[in-house]
């Protein structure tokens, strides 16, 4: 075990892992290696010299009063639990028969050599350290992904199960996108690039490391949004809120602080660039998006677009609206299969009730006499220019 140290290294550059965490389950594999060749109860300390390269494994006895229930501890042997002396601890009598100037809470200290157990140790230390290193992988890939969730992941379609749940290679690990979090009616195969929202990274016993990927929630469109407009990415356009019904219909609610930015124009683009990109992507998913107001009933009532509402009555306690709108809206505003309504009350958080009245609703349009009317007919301030 000469030049242990420098296969650690070898490792960790070639698992890509930092030197540090490498070393630290260099320690945890000596640790457990010493335990397995003594007793589970005794207490090892690993001192390692990088310059040197060496390391050092010494096994500690802290004394204790006599009376000290640490000085005995329970296993599980054969499937039954037992109270064993401690070989962390020893009595301060029993102690001093080896030296009387030791006190409460002095630390004994024997070098365990590894090499005086042969093949065994070294096959022992082998295992641990395999253990120890894949660990520690797991770990970096963990914190790594971790950072990433709720942003958009590309990758390859590697399979699909029985179970239509689609496999997807991305980066070091491997995401998987199940039949629930497929939007409805869309296929994969094998070899096909794919985008997903990076939901949740787990491990499974069977499966190990995984990541849990979604084409159907809220935050994917909205994370297609950021991508797609430079002023949601910027932060100069907020998403407040979005509600979808995947691969049908979706409303985003948008806003800006900026006087001269419009959000709506920004997030629909020239001749609706932008948002045919996004909708492109969702499987031809409409989206709708309208203007945020903090105001209840102005967000609710744009939020039932493009239906055109008579009055609104909103208890904010309950969190309910009741609408009153004529005839000819009300097919508007709850859409085919109730899709519009269904939408506009998950994006608020108002249980929307329609409340049906006489009449014919009309937006007030700014008609081509309105503006007109507004022009001034005195040129007498151009006058100056012509002279």
């Known amino acids: 075990m000469e030049k242990i140290l420098d296969i650690i290294e070898a490792i960790a550059l070639e698992k890509n892992l930092s030197r540090e965490s490498a070393i630290d389950a260099f320690k945890e594999a000596l640790t457990n290696t010493a ?12 001192m390692i010299d990088p310059n040197k390269k060496t390391y050092e494994i010494n096994k500690v006895i802290t004394v204790v009063k006599d009376d000290d229930e640490k000085l005995y501890t329970e296993i599980m042997k054969e499937g039954k639990t037992q109270e064993v002396e401690s070989d962390s601890f020893i009595s301060l009598s029993d102690a001093k028969e080896f030296d009387e100037s030791i006190e409460l809470g002095d630390q004994l200290k024997e070098e365990f050599v590894l090499e ?31 950072d990433k969730i709720g ?5 390859n379609v590697s399979r699909i199960d029985a179970d239509e749940n689609t496999y997807v290679e991305i980066g070091e690990l491997k995401g998987v996108l199940t039949l629930r979090n497929r939007i409805k ?5 094998h070899g096909d690039t794919i985008k997903a929202l990076l939901r949740y990274v787990s491990v ?13 929630s809220p935050k994917f469109l909205e994370a297609l949004m950021a991508k797609e407009v430079p002023e949601i990415e910027d ?28 959000p709506i124009g920004a997030a629909v683009g020239v001749k609706g660039v932008r948002i045919n990109a996004v909708s492109a992507e969702l499987c031809g998913e409409n989206i709708d ?14 939020a039932l677009s493009p239906a055109i509402t008579k009055s609104i009555k909103v208890d904010q306690a309950k969190k309910k609206a009741v609408i009153s709108i004529t005839s000819d809206q009300k097919a508007k505003a709850i859409g085919k299969s109730g899709i519009n309504i269904r939408l506009a009350s998950m994006l608020t958080g108002y249980a929307i009730e329609l409340n049906e009245v006489e009449g014919i609703a009309e937006r007030a349009p700014e008609t081509t006499e309105t503006m007109e009317a507004e022009k001034t007919t005195d040129t007498s ?7």
């Open 116 to 146: 005086d157990f042969g093949r065994t140790a070294s096959a022992n230390l082998f295992k641990e350290l395999e253990y120890h290193i894949q660990r520690r992988i797991e770990q970096d890939l963990f914190e790594k992904y971790k």
């Open 289 to 302: 998006c309208i203007e945020y107001s903090p105001i209840p009933e102005i967000y609710i009532t744009r």
């Open 185 to 189: 009616g869309e296929k994969f195969k």
């Open 151 to 155: 942003t958009v992941m590309i990758g």
């Open 235 to 262: 932060g100069v356009v907020e998403i407040v809120g979005s509600a979808r019904i995947p691969g049908e219909r979706a409303k985003l609610a948008l806003k800006t602080d900026q006087a001269n930015v419009d």
């Open 204 to 216: 499974d016993p069977r499966q190990g490391l995984f990541l849990e990927l979604t084409r159907t």
């Open 381 to 387: 301030a151009l006058a100056d220019l012509f002279k």
């Open 35 to 46: 335990k397995k060749l003594s007793s589970p109860t005794s207490t090892f300390e690993v």
